[in-house]
């Protein structure tokens, strides 16, 4: 029974994100799907109306977003994953000019999946490795810890 759940979500991340079928949404997930940590710690979207915006942005940022799932397993109704992106940034998406710059984030998800869709997502993801790459976070200045001799 877990491996339909997990080849739900391997179909999600092959055909929505790597092959930007946006409109295959519908069919593998759940209409008010409830996900969380997508577009930041603590964020929860409801809805795929809701999702839609952030997923525009990400794959008008990153055209060619390719995503590997590294490892799946599922469990009843749980799928977890753990996956590897590499994307180049040439969109200007997220509000600010593309850097060119050819990126790669790793992340995890976990997932409920219920008739062979999408009902619940947990996301976490390397999402401040991916603002440093493209320069949109203040560097901070590292100090060193001193030594006890």
């Known amino acids: 029974m877990a491996q339909n759940e997990v080849a739900v979500l391997r179909r999600w991340f ?3 994100w790597n092959e930007g079928r946006e409109d295959l949404m519908e069919e593998l997930a759940a209409p008010d799907v409830i996900l969380h940590g997508v577009g930041g710690p603590g964020q929860i979207m409801q809805g795929i109306e809701a999702f839609k915006p952030f997923y525009r942005r990400i794959r008008g940022a990153f055209p060619d977003l390719r ?3 590294e490892e799946a397993i599922g469990e009843r109704d749980i799928v977890a994953l753990r996956w590897s992106a590499q994307m180049s940034h040439t969109g200007d998406d997220l509000g600010f000019p ?3 710059k050819r990126l790669a984030i790793t992340g995890m998800s976990f997932a409920r999946v ?3 869709k999408l009902v619940e997502g947990w996301d976490n993801w390397d999402m401040m490795g991916l603002m440093h790459e493209i320069g949109q976070t203040p560097h901070a200045d590292v100090v060193p810890l001193e030594k006890d001799d």
């Open 14 to 16: 092959e055909v929505v």
């Open 67 to 69: 995503i590997t799932v």
């Open 98 to 100: 593309p850097t060119h």
């Open 114 to 116: 219920q008739s062979g």
